[in-house]
T-cell receptor, first 114, second 114 residues
């Protein structure tokens, strides 16, 4: 079965600084990979997804993620963080199993210092 | 227009009571889900329906019963509420099978059992 880990429970960055959130997955083949963001008191919103092709994926709000098969990673990056980026970020993996479901990682909470 | 809506947004009730949470999506999607998010923000799928048919039923107490009267609605009924049921419950939908499709989340229902 597939699984997802996000090594960083909480990250604090200064506004304007660059950001990288880590995600590692476990699955025998190339999975479907997603990053979702959850703002306080809100539901989750898709930032970007990877299925195949170009391993560098562009998303909304200036985010990008890079799929690295050799490292089983799908890290999320942003060159310059804005205060409004403070939120919970979830990496997720979908895979062909008996149930077509998506497994979410434990999340990384991002705080932004003005 | 709200894509995925849930009612109520907050639900405070006593142990032993029965309660329902309603979910509606106006996206024309075929698949709907219920997720539970615990106090540590961990998100776990509970149920998934595709065209009113149950396709995912995770290890959830049978006190929880989903009902899908049509493919735009997926309600969650909970019998004999327990303290451990306190959480935020999210409804979501996707065009097709969830493993590869973007999921659209509702705003969540915060359930507090006292």
């Amino acid at each position: 079965a597939q699984s997802v880990t996000q090594p960083d429970i909480h990250i604090t960055v200064s506004e304007g600084a660059s950001l990288e959130l880590r995600c590692n997955y476990s699955y025998g083949a190339t999975p479907y990979l997603f990053w979702y963001v959850q703002s306080p008191g809100q539901g989750l919103q898709l930032l970007l997804k990877y299925f195949s092709g170009d391993t560098l994926v562009q998303g909304i709000k200036g985010f990008e993620a890079e799929f690295k098969r050799s490292q089983s990673s799908f890290n999320l990056r942003k060159p310059s963080v804005h205060w409004s980026d403070a939120a919970e970020y979830f990496c997720a993996v979908g895979a062909k199993t008996s149930y077509d479901k998506v497994i979410f990682g434990p999340g990384t909470s991002l705080s932004v210092i003005p | 227009d709200t894509a995925v809506s849930q009612t109520p947004k907050y639900l405070v009730t006593q142990m032993g009571n029965d309660k329902s949470i309603k979910c509606e999506q106006n996206l024309g999607h075929d698949t709907m889900y219920w997720y539970k998010q615990d106090s540590k923000k961990f998100l776990k799928i509970m149920f998934s329906y595709n065209n009113k048919e149950l396709i995912i039923n995770e290890t959830v107490p049978n006190r929880f019963s989903p009902k899908s009267p049509d493919k735009a609605h997926l309600n969650l009924h909970i019998n004999s509420l327990e303290l451990g049921d306190s959480a935020v419950y999210f409804c979501a939908s996707s065009q097709a099978s969830g493993r590869s499709d973007e999921q659209y989340f509702g705003p969540g229902t915060r359930l507090t059992v006292t």
